[in-house]
């Protein structure tokens, strides 16, 4: 997926510091006329958000901003087109964005949420302190990718890990995991690593993504220099920790950039994300593209590049069996909106039991 370009932040605006630039000012024109002003949405509750302005930070009614589709409501991140003045002040719309992260609602439905919007950089919060989930690191790129935005893995709590070489696995194990994304270690405790995420996540608007007690809060600390998120411990058990960030907030960064801290998330649903899930694998759809037939299940087919390259020892079967699920995952999740989509995989379902049925006819009567 090409990333989209963006203009640099206007510093002589009072909202340069929270990314307002030269491209949000021509898209903000035909509302300057009305009397409205722009503002950056920095959290939404019940019905109401705090936006930053010109002149500070007011509170705003999203009653005009509420529509029944959950993917088009007004979340942190979102340039808001906010009335100049009025008691309660009212959000009348907002901007179209650049970028929007979303998941699945819930595995049984198929409602997608969206957690943040117009984010330049998603980092991926991954704690050293427990064993690593590659599944679940290559489910957060995947949805990183197809929100537009540039994943970053960081790699937390690095200071548990005493042993250079071992730590130089661990990130090794990340990489193959996450081809074309920067993969970081840091400790909040010591301070390694953070000046140079810093420096990556400066002049533009980043997402802290992770489970509960990845280290979420103690990161956006250590980044903003203060101690502005609580922090609670983790658990030894398991090293998941209570939900310390229970909003999403935007929050500005003393080296430039701004930054949306998130509460942990127990699922990471994928929500229409197929291009996501092929940037994640892009080793097994180039391996893919060589295949005899070009629509390889890459399951017993002749000529198959994908089950070659496995055999071989060039791909994982891990990685294989992680990029099956995810497309399944996704493709169900779309299909419960698509009835195009539904009809076809109960198509494909029908001839495949009928298949199977037929070679379980000849194997009986030595027909095989």
Not at 42 to 65: E, K, Y
Not at 204 to 224: D, W
């Given at each position: 997926?090409?990333?989209?370009?963006?203009?640099?932040?206007?510093?002589?605006?009072?909202?340069?510091p929270?990314?307002?630039?030269?491209?949000?000012?021509?898209?903000?024109?035909?509302?300057?006329?009305?009397?409205?002003?722009?503002?950056?949405?920095?959290r939404?509750?019940?019905?109401?958000?705090?936006v930053m302005?010109?002149?500070?930070?007011?509170?705003?009614?999203?009653?005009?901003?509420?529509?029944?589709?959950?993917?088009?409501?007004?979340?942190?991140?979102?340039?808001?087109?906010?009335?100049?003045?009025?008691?309660?002040?009212?959000?009348r719309?907002?901007?179209?964005?650049?970028?929007?992260?979303?998941?699945?609602?819930s595995?049984?439905?198929?409602?997608?949420?969206?957690?943040a919007?117009?984010?330049?950089?998603?980092?991926?919060?991954?704690?050293?302190?427990?064993?690593?989930?590659?599944?679940r690191?290559?489910?957060?790129?995947?949805?990183?990718?197809?929100?537009?935005?540039?994943?970053?893995?960081?790699?937390?709590?690095?200071?548990?890990?005493?042993?250079?070489?071992?730590?130089?696995?661990?990130?090794?194990?990340?990489?193959?995991?996450?081809?074309?994304?920067?993969?970081?270690?840091?400790?909040?405790?010591?301070?390694a690593?953070?000046?140079?995420?810093?420096?990556?996540?400066?002049g533009?608007?980043?997402?802290?993504?992770?489970?509960?007690?990845?280290?979420?809060?103690?990161l956006?600390?250590?980044?903003?220099?203060?101690?502005?998120?609580?922090?609670?411990?983790?658990?030894?058990?398991?090293?998941?920790?209570?939900?310390?960030?229970?909003?999403?907030?935007?929050?500005?960064?003393?080296?430039?950039?701004?930054?949306?801290?998130?509460?942990?998330?127990?699922?990471?649903?994928?929500?229409?994300?197929?291009?996501?899930?092929?940037?994640?694998?892009?080793?097994?759809e180039?391996?893919?593209?060589?295949?005899?037939?070009?629509?390889?299940?890459?399951?017993a087919?002749?000529?198959?590049?994908?089950?070659?390259?496995?055999?071989?020892?060039?791909?994982?079967?891990?990685?294989?069996?992680?990029?099956?699920?995810?497309l399944?995952?996704?493709?169900?999740?779309?299909?419960?909106t698509?009835?195009?989509?539904?009809?076809?995989?109960?198509?494909?379902?029908?001839?495949?039991?009928?298949?199977?049925r037929?070679?379980?006819?000849?194997?009986?009567?030595?027909?095989?």
């Amino acid at each position: 997926m090409s990333l989209p370009s963006f203009s640099q932040a206007s510093p002589s605006h009072a909202l340069g510091p929270y990314g307002w630039d030269d491209a949000w000012e021509d898209e903000f024109t035909p509302y300057t006329d009305q009397g409205l002003v722009p503002g950056r949405v920095v959290r939404v509750d019940r019905g109401q958000c705090d936006v930053m302005t010109a002149d500070g930070i007011v509170r705003a009614d999203t009653a005009f901003v509420t529509p029944h589709d959950p993917l088009r409501v007004i979340c942190t991140g979102d340039w808001a087109v906010l009335e100049a003045r009025g008691n309660p002040r009212y959000v009348r719309t907002y901007l179209p964005r650049r970028t929007a992260f979303v998941r699945s609602t819930s595995s049984q439905r198929s409602e997608g949420q969206i957690l943040a919007a117009n984010v330049d950089h998603a980092i991926i919060a991954v704690s050293l302190a427990v064993e690593l989930d590659l599944g679940r690191i290559e489910r957060f790129l995947a949805l990183a990718w197809e929100s537009g935005a540039q994943p970053l893995v960081v790699l937390t709590k690095a200071d548990v890990v005493p042993d250079p070489a071992s730590l130089g696995y661990l990130v090794q194990d990340v990489e193959t995991a996450a081809p074309g994304v920067q993969v970081l270690t840091v400790s909040s405790l010591t301070g390694a690593g953070t000046d140079v995420l810093a420096a990556v996540v400066a002049g533009g608007t980043s997402v802290l993504l992770g489970i509960s007690g990845a280290g979420k809060s103690t990161l956006a600390n250590a980044l903003l220099g203060s101690e502005v998120m609580e922090v609670q411990e983790t658990r030894d058990v398991d090293g998941k920790g209570r939900h310390t960030t229970t909003t999403r907030n935007l929050l500005a960064l003393p080296g430039g950039g701004v930054l949306i801290d998130t509460p942990g998330l127990r699922g990471v649903g994928l929500f229409d994300a197929e291009t996501g899930v092929g940037q994640v694998f892009s080793e097994i759809e180039e391996y893919a593209r060589q295949c005899r037939f070009h629509d390889c299940a890459h399951e017993a087919e002749p000529g198959c590049a994908v089950r070659a390259a496995v055999a071989s020892g060039e791909l994982p079967e891990r990685r294989l069996a992680s990029y099956r699920k995810l497309l399944r995952e996704n493709q169900r999740i779309v299909a419960k909106t698509d009835a195009r989509l539904r009809s076809e995989l109960r198509r494909d379902w029908r001839l495949r039991s009928a298949e199977g049925r037929a070679n379980y006819a000849a194997k009986r009567t030595g027909r095989a």
